[in-house]
Nanobody, 117 residues
Framework: QVHLVESGGGLVQAGGSLRLSCAAS?????MGWYRQTPGNQRQLIAH???????NYEDSVEGRFTISRDSARKTVYLQMNNLKPEDTGVYFC??????????????WGKGTQVTVST
């Protein structure tokens, strides 16, 4: 199974930016970034498809950008204009097309993002 490692989290003031990275041990075609806030389940916030299409959860649309390198072994999440409600643990996970839906495969261990007021 592919191994994923997130990095780039940290403490930032509201309005600031962070860039998260997800390094994969093998080529990845589709990937998602998830956010887990205290007391809540992990939520898909950004997704990049095999063809390079992207989708975002409403609360991050226009502020976050998902991208990947040409080798398809690193996926990034550029987060701008961060808000305190963006605080949480961010995970990357592989996404696998099942014909009519995506399923989630391997998970990374997550990276903490804390946005202060």
């Amino acid at each position: 199974q592919v191994h994923l490692v997130e990095s780039g989290g940290g403490l930032v003031q509201a309005g600031g930016s962070l860039r998260l990275s997800c390094a994969a041990s093998a080529r990845i075609d589709a990937m998602g970034w998830y956010r887990q806030t205290p007391g809540n389940q992990r939520q898909l916030i950004a997704h990049i498809t095999t063809g390079g299409g992207t989708n975002y959860e409403d609360s991050v649309e226009g502020r976050f950008t998902i991208s990947r390198d040409s080798a398809r072994k690193t996926v990034y999440l550029q987060m701008n204009n961060l808000k305190p409600e963006d605080t949480g643990v961010y995970f990357c996970a592989t996404r696998e097309w099942r014909g009519s839906f995506y399923s989630t495969g391997a998970w990374g261990k997550g990276t903490q993002v804390t946005v202060s007021t």
